[in-house]
């Protein structure tokens, strides 16, 4: 190829936005000679490879965007360790209908059972089909919509919480809330109502987010929009956090 043709394929490649053929124009080049590509079969893995890096991209973007608090997945998930867990119902879930219906996922259970490490996983699995996450305890998004709130710029604010295609609310019912605290909740969750995928995470039953919520008819509300269209996942079974130091205390004393 003349070195006027890759300069010109280059310039050209870069103004359309396809910064990859323009660095690897050589290789491809190289490539197609070596396997001697029809022209259409060129044409395809040169899009292909474009559309994969864009993706890619967008991939890593979004992840630094969604605040999640590590990045493992399902594959890191030992369902042996929880054997009353149907993995199919994880797997189903991984498959991001709900996300796409902007449906909800509920994963409750006792401390230690990787709820938080299951709602990342599926957070991980949306980000890479290419939609928006924000990750928060609900602590958090509290504290966030009450200060904006008191400085008048709570509508804003809210976008954070509204606009992601996932939102993951992690911790819901690990300190009660005050009634004003619970309306903002109560805002954000019918706000995204049929317009946005929630994955929560909690330690208590619904039945007890009446005392989480401080207000049995607020929670009742939350509840009314949050499971209307939701997959609930109850995980009670040991704590794997509790696993590791068991078995390093039993270690440890076997040692002594
Ligand atoms: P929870 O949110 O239910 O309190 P986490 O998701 O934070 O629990 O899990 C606690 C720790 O144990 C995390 O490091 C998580 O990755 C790990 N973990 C929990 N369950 C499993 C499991 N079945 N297989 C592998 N790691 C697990
Ligand atoms: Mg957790």
Redesign the pocket.
């Known amino acids: 190829m003349s070195q006027l043709v890759s300069a010109r394929i280059r310039t050209m490649a870069a103004k359309l936005g396809l910064p990859h053929l323009a660095e690897s124009l050589n290789q491809y080049a190289q490539r197609a000679d070596e396997s001697k590509m029809g022209y259409l079969d060129f044409l395809d893995l040169v899009l292909a490879e474009e559309l994969a890096v864009r993706d890619d991209r967008r991939f890593r973007q979004n992840l630094r965007l969604s605040k999640l608090p590590?990045h493992?997945t399902l594959d890191?998930?030992?369902?042996?360790?929880?054997p009353e867990l149907d993995p199919r119902k994880i797997k189903d879930l991984a498959t991001l209908s709900f996300v796409e219906a902007k449906a909800n996922a509920a994963?409750l259970?006792?401390?230690?059972?990787?709820?938080?490490?299951?709602?990342?996983a599926l957070a991980v699995a949306a980000c890479r089909a290419g939609f928006s996450i924000y990750f928060t305890s609900l602590d958090d998004m509290v504290r966030h919509l009450k200060a904006a709130e008191a400085a008048g710029r709570l509508t804003s604010k809210l976008r954070t919480y509204l606009r992601p295609s996932v939102l993951v609310v992690?911790?819901v019912g690990y300190q009660p809330l005050e009634r004003a605290e619970a309306n903002l909740v109560f805002q954000v969750i019918s706000k995204r109502y049929e317009k946005g995928s929630i994955i929560l995470?909690s330690?208590k039953t619904f039945s007890e987010w009446g005392q989480v919520f401080g207000d049995e008819v607020l929670a009742t509300a939350i509840l009314d929009r949050l499971l209307h269209h939701c997959d609930v996942i109850s995980?009670n079974g040991p704590?794997?956090?509790l696993k590791?130091r068991l078995t390093a205390i039993e270690r440890e004393t076997d040692a002594a």
Not at 76 to 81: A, L, N, R, V
Not at 109 to 120: D, I, M, W
């Open positions: 590590h493992k890191d998930y030992d369902f042996s360790f929880q994963l259970g006792p401390p230690g059972v990787g709820k938080t490490h299951l709602a990342v992690d911790e995470t330690n995980i704590s794997y956090r590791n």
